[in-house]
């Protein structure tokens, strides 16, 4: 659907700008590829919080009893 919904508003921008439709179908890669890095430091992040976090929880986890059942 965003697809769809891209290729739908781009057209518009074409038919009454086209020099501005051309740009944005030019920058458009270069700005994902900018935002790339951006992501992959992110997931880090966020990996690293949550090995944190399994970390301290370590031994509340080690201490608790499980019911037999």
């Not at 057209?11 to 051309?22: D, S, Y």
């Not at 700005?31 to 370590?58: D, G, Q, Y």
């Amino acid at each position: 659907m965003k697809l769809f919904l891209f290729i739908v508003v781009w057209l518009v921008l074409f038919l009454f700008l086209p020099v501005v439709a051309m740009t944005a179908l030019v920058l458009l890669p270069i700005i994902w590829l900018l935002s790339l890095p951006i992501r992959l430091i992110s997931i880090i992040v966020n990996a690293v919080f949550e090995l944190l976090k399994a970390i301290l929880l370590l031994p509340a986890r080690l201490l608790t009893t499980r019911p037999v059942t």
